[in-house]
């Protein structure tokens, strides 16, 4: 497959192909555990260029196109199983799709689109991501066991995942009735009694909120679910992005695009919103609220975030679990056992029953 990829780029790959090791000439690599590039053959090392922190970009500018990636510079793998696109550096090939493990992955027609500006990169190598998935897998009471002996290098892949950030300052204009339950006591003699009712007030006012680094996925495949299930990640202190990070490992292939993350980062700062303007008052009925926001000095970072994606087929359905790649927090879906299950439920109902005659004589 690397012969195919020299033919179609024969001419400019010379300037662009992977780091060659100075002894011996093979493929280097991004060694997370000395963060520099290192042989896999004779272990050479060579540390590289400049580390800078990632800096924060205008959103406006980002929303008419952005720095792209060339074809010389990244090539786009796509998986004929499950549509997971993946993006490499020029002069590498995928072996098999990280998501659901088939081999069935091809080269695409099509260009890796926006380049990140910004990055974290892993911490730990895929050894240790191997030994945390068995770790979270032993946990899994329902998980078959097969399932648990069965996470290993095949099935654990080191994956970028595209992410982008956001900070905005915003300022909220609201208006709006919320109403708080009470209770009094009425009548007397054979008539007292307790009543409930509710006294509203009408709210209004503006309210000032600065957003830091807000994170939205850009890949269906690792989800804001799944994000925010093994987050956080640094970001602020993510590095600026260098190809090199990239050697031995895959980008996957953003499938929104920064408009539509932006539109999902606006609705869940709304939300948030609501939530802040509402907790300063004493309420238990909102009747309506209304608010406006404007968002001011809104700038990005396109961060790809370090994430070992596990995947396992068992009975014909797939299963992905996620480590993070610098904390080492681990998340996801396994299969349950049937047989466990029944196992669980039949102590249960045996539990009950057992409780209820021990009890049975006391009541
Ligand atoms: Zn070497
Ligand atoms: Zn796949």
Known sequence: MAEVLRENFDGVEAQTETVKCSSCGSNMVFNPETQTLECPHCGTTKSFGNVGMAGELDLRAGLYGGNRWTAEEAVVFGCDNCGAKVVLKQGETAASCPFCGTAHVRKTEELAGVKPNALIPFAFDGKKAIELSKAWAKKRFFAPRKFKKNVDADHVKGVYAPCFTFDSKTTSYYEGRIGQTRTRTVGSGKNRRTQTYTVWRNICGTFDFNYDDLLITAGSKFGQREL????????????????????????????????????????????????????????????????????????????????????????????????????????????????????????????????????????
Request: proline share 3%.
């Open 228 to 363: 925010n299930k093994i987050s956080p990640f640094d970001t602020n202190n993510s590095r600026t992005y260098e190809e090199e990070y990239l050697l031995g490992f895959m980008a996957y292939h953003y499938d929104s695009e920064l408009s539509d993350c932006w539109s999902r980062a606006k609705k869940d700062i709304d939300a948030d919103l609501r939530r802040r303007i509402l907790s300063q008052y004493v309420h238990d009925k909102v009747a309506y609220l209304n608010v406006s926001t404007s968002h001011a000095d809104v700038t990005y970072k396109y961060v790809m975030l370090p994430v070992y994606v596990g995947n396992y087929n068992f009975k014909s359905k797939l299963y992905n679990f996620f480590v993070n790649g610098s904390t080492g927090k681990v998340w996801g879906k396994t299969p349950k056992s049937p047989l466990k299950i029944t196992i669980a439920a039949i102590l249960g109902v045996a539990v009950v029953t057992l409780l209820i005659l021990l009890l049975g004589g006391n009541i």
